[in-house]
């Protein structure tokens, strides 16, 4: 029986992480140019954040990869968690934000209890804000007794600047749908990423995105190349509305803030 030719693999039909646990990844990678995964480190949660239930919304994202480390696996234990998370992590001025820290002591009938907070956000100038959401119904006179003994424990020992207590009516919509815009467009496109430098670079007068996408001329990828330009300041919309093609925008002088 003539023996069968051993059958070439098909790499392009391989999943990135079939070519990084396979012993040739490197050469693999640097023949085809394959993007190389690397793990995230484990959330820093000091509590369990359930991954399913009845009922329930988790969600783990992961955050802090920026710069090109491997960042941290972030995860939410409500929608509420998730969205105050996306508008925190789309400020300017965090650095980081870890979740579910503490705990921190508060007394109810007679014995003393711990609370976690859903997320300790630290600021560029050091602040330490402390945040706990909660859905508007279910804040009681109980929960805010509460909040009102660890927010005295951890700002009278240092461990956060200030602890606010979060609500739905406490998120502003339009940030919101800019924020999660944001975190969608984040990841680098090093070719659409250099096309909208050079479209700004040329921009006189305010235009639409709309017009600075045709202009680019690569499509979604442009839109999310430009969505990137807002969130490093180098254009601002001219109005607070939810970005979409039709938001006018201006090129930020050098040394504006």
């Known amino acids: 029986m003539k023996e069968k030719e051993p059958i070439e693999p098909d790499l392009f ?7 990084i646990q396979s012993i040739d990844a490197p050469d693999v990678a640097a023949k085809f140019g394959v993007y190389r995964w690397s793990p995230p ?15 329930h919304f988790s969600v783990f994202m992961l955050i802090g990869d ?11 234990g409500s929608l509420g968690e998730y969205h105050t998370r996306l508008l925190l992590l789309n400020e300017p001025d965090t650095v980081d934000v870890i979740e579910q820290v503490g705990p921190f002591p508060y007394e109810e009938d007679g014995r003393v209890h711990g609370h976690y907070l859903d997320q300790l956000a630290v600021k560029s ?6 945040f706990t959401d909660k859905p508007y119904a279910k804040v009681s006179p109980e929960f805010q007794a509460e909040i009102a ?7 009278g020992n240092g461990c956060f600047n200030e602890l606010y207590l979060v609500t739905e009516y406490a998120r502003d919509p339009i940030a919101l749908h800019n924020a999660a815009l944001m975190r969608g467009c984040r990841d680098p496109e090093p070719e659409a990423d250099n096309r909208a ?7 006189g007068e305010p235009a639409s995105l709309r017009s600075l996408v045709q202009l680019m001329d690569l499509g979604p990828p442009g839109f999310r190349a430009l969505v990137r330009q807002i969130r490093k300041g180098n254009i601002s919309p001219l109005v607070a509305e939810r970005i979409g093609l039709d938001t006018m925008v201006a090129r930020m002088k050098e040394g504006s803030e």
């Open 13 to 19: 039909a391989m999943t990135d992480l079939a070519l």
């Open 41 to 55: 480190m484990a959330s820093r949660a000091k509590k369990a954040i359930p991954r399913r239930g009845r009922n």
């Open 66 to 76: 920026e710069e090109g480390g491997p960042g941290f696996m972030s995860g939410c």
């Open 125 to 130: 100038d050091g602040r330490r804000l402390a």
């Open 149 to 155: 003994q660890v927010r005295e424990f951890g700002v």
């Open 197 to 203: 430098i050079e479209v700004i670079d040329e921009m």
